[in-house]
């Protein structure tokens, strides 16, 4: 019998900003959907910063299959959000915020050691 490999900790440069979507027009009480801080920094180097998936994997410290999948599972959270006019909540995850510059940090406007620095 396989046993599967326990998970590694995913490196990432700040938490978001804003961790709560709501949406207009919808009645109270609909249950959020929860977006993991893993899955919200893959979307945001892949989609927002314009990464490869190499270089993803290279700044958070996984495989390249490891960043597909998670990609995968994070934009299908956040389209079924947008479809179900649900809440959208980012939150928890095996994640390393990190707690000082990196080099590959460099000139990354959302580092957790440039908030309110550079803005």
């Known amino acids: 019998m396989r046993l599967a490999r326990p998970s590694k900790c ?15 027009g919808r009645s109270e009480g609909q249950e959020p959907v929860i ?14 910063r314009h990464f ?9 410290n996984l495989s390249r299959s490891t960043v597909t999948r998670i990609y995968k599972e994070g934009r299908r959270q956040v389209a079924r959000a947008l479809v179900e006019g ?5 939150q928890g995850g095996d994640v390393m915020v990190c707690t000082a510059p990196r080099p590959e940090c460099a000139g990354e406007p959302h580092c957790c050691h440039r908030q309110g620095k550079d803005e």
């Open 10 to 24: 995913r490196c990432i440069c700040s938490l978001p900003p804003v961790t709560e979507f709501f949406p207009q």
């Open 86 to 90: 649900r809440p959208l909540v980012i």
């Open 35 to 48: 977006l993991k801080l893993d899955a919200y920094e893959v979307i945001r180097l892949l989609d927002y």
């Open 52 to 60: 490869t998936q190499e270089q993803c994997a290279a700044r958070m």
